[in-house]
């Protein structure tokens, strides 16, 4: 059974660089042809796609957050990263990892991970 | 790219039947047959209920089913039961990759 499991710091001061990172376990990240999403839900707020890659580096990333947003895989650890640069309160929120079989069809979530935003 | 619409709540009794509204535009729900439907209980990993407008994962209910008309779709829970009680997000895809949520309705079983 495929799982996730999201991990980092619960608390960002605004300005600084959130870093969180997705192990993936009971299967390889490589394998097949999904892609690996970044999905966060603010408090009181819709679910929103950050961005999401392919093993191979193949990205998209939300163009309202593209240029603070990177997301990285590394098949050799099965985990897939989040940075998210210049943080305000704003990025405060729930923050998942799932696996997109296609088309944005999440199979897969993390039980996601709360960071505050806060100095 | 806008959240889609969902009612805040939906509520019914055990047995009955309730339908949950998603509503979207020409860009994402009204140009794709690409929906989804998420189950999410507090404190765990959501759930896909249905994909592709009306298909079921392997596993899940069939109670659950889904359906879509031009910019809206619609979550169908037959049989309300006591485990149903969650929040359900729809969401749709939105070309190049991208993908809209919806903000969630909480289903409460009376």
């Known amino acids: 059974q495929l799982q996730l499991q999201e991990s980092g710091p619960g608390l960002v001061k605004p300005s600084e660089t959130l870093s969180l990172t997705c192990t993936v376990s009971g299967g390889s990240i490589s394998s097949n042809s999904f892609y690996w999403g970044w999905i966060r839900q603010p408090p009181g707020k819709a679910l929103e796609l950050i961005g999401n890659i392919y093993y191979s580096g193949s990205s998209y990333y939300k163009p309202s957050l593209k240029s603070r947003v990177t997301i990285s895989v590394d098949t050799s650890t099965n985990q897939v990263s989040l940075k998210l640069s210049s943080v305000t309160a704003a990025d405060t929120a729930v923050y998942y990892c799932?696996?997109?079989?296609?088309?944005?069809?999440?199979?897969?979530w993390g039980q996601g991970t709360l960071v505050t935003v806060s100095s | 790219q806008s959240a889609l619409t969902q009612p805040a709540s939906v509520s019914g009794s055990p047995g009955q039947s309730i339908t949950i509204s998603c509503t979207g535009t020409s860009s994402d729900l009204g140009s794709y047959s690409l929906v989804s439907w998420y189950q999410h209980h507090p404190g765990k990993a959501p759930k896909l209920m249905i994909y592709?407008?009306?298909q079921r994962p392997s596993g899940v209910s069939n109670r659950f089913s889904g359906s879509k008309s031009d910019n809206t779709a619609s979550l169908t829970i037959s049989g309300l039961q006591a485990e149903d009680e969650a929040v359900y997000y729809c969401?749709?895809?939105?070309?190049?990759?991208?993908?809209?949520f919806g903000p969630g309705t909480e289903v409460t079983v009376l």
């Open positions: 969401c749709s895809y939105a070309g190049s990759r991208s993908s809209v």
């Open positions: 799932a696996r997109d079989r296609d088309y944005g069809n999440y199979d897969y």
């Open positions: 592709e407008v009306s």
